[in-house]
């Protein structure tokens, strides 16, 4: 029998029998939202009086503390009302267990830490970028007799200069750079994609595709960029930033990035001849598994089609000597980039 006073509901059990009480879920749920914010029981007050329900202190007191029999104040409708709008949740996940609420806070944070993760690798991206345009700038003996020139001119002492020139062309201080931002890109991979962070199979997990950003960096130097106006490349630039740091294209690449930041064309050759040398590679590599197998496949049948008439899926199947089931999957990988405007 409950004890004398305790509000309860006697529908309300879980499998163990031990009651389910919403009441007392409530006043959990206070007291472990007041604690993760650092409220005290007079801001918690204060919270709901602006939410509309005016409250005293002395009111939050009794809800949380519980009498020496086990019972509370009770909550009204209003104050429930009130309180589901100040902790930002619906009004029935107040009544709730605390491992439910504890749970949904943690996937809150994971997803926050997923999405957070992203910008970082994007922002990351472009600091190498830019880090890669310094190094590029510095290893000629020209521009660096101008920044030189420049510090000499605001009076700053030429060793300082020429440590922050070494800082930048540091080639242990870029590796390490670099492996920092591959590090972050694979924790991120394996947390998921900030949607079902619940690790999948490893063999259906969906790697990232080299193959797709090859194709998309070669679309962009080899077409995009010759037929665009000088002053809208940066812009396209900009926008395969993850693709060129993530297959380390920026170093072969910072030629024409850098010409084109600062107003000036620059032939792409180079950069187009470096993705399909490495498009081969990948083709001709000996795959570890079917991912890879597909992977390998992609880009082989992205050099099969360059220049060649349009042919029926079964015909280049057929040349390549694959089922017409792996060549659709693998075309799939080659040209993802199109299908999700993939960054």
């Not at 879980?14 to 005290?40: P, T």
Request: some cysteine; charged content about 30%.
């Amino acid at each position: 029998m409950p004890v004398a006073g305790k509000r309860s509901d006697p529908d309300q059990t879980n499998q163990s029998g031990v009651r389910s009480l919403s009441e007392e879920n409530v006043a959990l749920r206070i007291a472990w939202e007041m604690r993760r914010r650092g409220w005290s029981q007079e801001r918690m007050a204060q919270e709901l009086t602006n939410a509309g329900c005016p409250t005293h202190q002395s009111a939050i007191s009794k809800i949380v503390n519980p009498k020496p029999d086990g019972s509370r104040r009770a909550i009204s409708v209003d104050e429930a009302i009130a309180l589901a709008r100040v902790f930002g949740i619906a009004l029935e996940e107040l009544p709730l267990p605390m491992d439910d609420a504890e749970g949904r806070d943690l996937h809150d944070l994971s997803r926050t830490v997923t999405h957070e993760g992203r910008n970082a690798t994007e922002q990351y991206a472009r600091f190498l970028l830019a880090w890669a345009r310094l190094r590029h700038r510095f290893a000629q003996e020209q521009s660096r007799a101008a920044y030189e020139g420049f510090l000499a001119q605001r009076r700053v002492d030429p060793d300082a200069a020429e440590q922050a020139i070494a800082l930048w062309r540091d080639a242990d201080s870029w590796r390490e750079a670099t492996a920092g931002y591959d590090k972050l890109h694979r924790i991120l991979q394996a947390m998921g994609d900030g949607r079902d962070l619940t690790p999948p199979a490893q063999e259906s997990r969906r790697r990232h595709s080299a193959v797709a950003d090859l194709l998309r960096l070669r679309e962009l130097f080899a077409t995009k960029i010759p037929s665009t106006p000088v002053r809208v490349v940066p812009d396209l630039i900009y926008h395969v930033t993850e693709a060129l740091v993530r297959t380390g294209m920026q170093e072969t690449a910072i030629g024409v990035i850098d010409a084109y930041e600062r107003g000036t064309t620059h032939p792409t050759d180079a950069v187009t001849k470096e993705i399909d040398r490495r498009l081969r590679q990948i083709g001709d590599r000996q795959p570890e598994d079917r991912l890879d197998y597909l992977e390998s496949l992609a880009a082989r049948i992205a050099l099969n089609q360059r220049g060649q008439p349009q042919q029926s899926p079964e015909d280049v199947a057929a040349e390549l000597e694959v089922s017409i089931e792996d060549y659709l999957e693998a075309r799939k990988i080659a040209y993802r980039h199109r299908e999700t405007g993939m960054k």
